[in-house]
């Protein structure tokens, strides 16, 4: 299994509209299961820091998932720039195997 992790800041006032967006029933997770191998989103918030989220994407392979980025790009980056819209800062944790 493939795991993207991504870090996110939300800007004041955005939590409502950023959790509708990257939740497990959210746009994102929407948008990906267009892939039979995309496996799920898990939408964390940090407990001490209620602007803080970490979502955590899983997919069957790390070539299933560079595959449907090549095939979705035109959606991807329509969805990107709206959290752009919602974060003050996006940082990708890194992709681990599991």
């Not at 964390?44 to 994407?57: K, P, Q, Y």
Request: contains cysteine.
């Amino acid at each position: 299994m493939h795991v993207i992790v991504w870090s996110y800041r939300v800007a004041p006032g955005c939590e409502a509209n950023f959790q509708a967006l990257y939740a497990a029933d959210g746009d994102w997770s929407r948008l990906f299961e267009r892939s039979s191998a995309y496996l799920g989103t898990q939408l964390l918030r940090d407990a001490a820091e209620a602007s803080r989220f970490v979502t955590i994407d899983r997919w069957r392979s790390r070539e299933d998932y560079e595959a449907f980025l090549e095939a979705e790009r035109s959606g991807y980056a329509t969805l990107d720039a709206r959290g752009d819209a919602l974060t003050v800062e996006e940082t990708r944790i890194g992709a681990f195997e599991a």
